[in-house]
């Protein structure tokens, strides 16, 4: 039973990374460190159109 469990908790944890990849990076960037943001606009304009 925890098999199964942890098997499908490192799949969801896989395909959630691979799915919120590039949307973690929008809010990662704003949330983790906004003075970086105010620093340099540019690196997240950057991230937010690739």
């Known amino acids: 039973m925890s ?6 908790s490192a799949l969801a944890a896989y395909k959630g ?7 973690s990076s929008k809010p990662s960037t704003s949330q983790a460190g906004p003075s970086s ?3 340099n606009p540019l690196k997240t304009f950057n991230k937010e159109p690739t």
Do not use: W
């Open 3 to 8: 098999t199964s469990g942890e098997i499908k």
């Open 37 to 39: 943001n105010s620093k």
């Open 17 to 23: 990374n691979n799915n919120h990849n590039r949307f």
